[in-house]
Nanobody
């Protein structure tokens, strides 16, 4: 079974920074796109940023210029460096990966992490 484990969330003051990490493990043959999504209370889950295996990135307009997504393919890990944080960035942040698995679970599908809370408040 493929698992995505996130870390790095917490409480930060407005204007501060946080770095999220998400490591994938299991019978992984390859990982295509990886990304971060977030869900605030009472709202739908929304895309924050994605990155392809080749390093091409895509960002939500609301985080452009403040957040940076990156990945280490040797560690099957994706990062989200968040800066100039604002109260409306408060949400549970979820990692997503489009994974092709090998033995014993052959196939390609999306996997999700369990989520990490980010709270921006003074």
């Amino acid at each position: 079974q493929v698992q995505l484990v996130e870390s790095g969330g917490g409480l930060v003051q407005p204007g501060g920074s946080l770095r999220l990490s998400c490591a994938a493990s299991g019978p992984i043959s390859s990982i295509n796109d990886m990304g971060w999504y977030r869900q605030a209370p009472g709202k739908q889950r929304e895309l924050v940023a994605t990155i392809t295996s080749g390093g091409s990135t895509n960002y939500a307009d609301s985080v452009k210029g403040r957040f940076t997504i990156s990945r280490d393919n040797t560690k099957n890990t994706v990062y989200l460096q968040m800066g100039s944080l604002k109260p409306w960035d408060t949400a549970v942040y979820y990692c997503n990966a489009h994974v092709t698995t090998g033995w014993p679970i052959f196939g390609t599908r999306d996997y999700w992490g369990q989520g990490t809370q980010v709270t921006v408040s003074s």
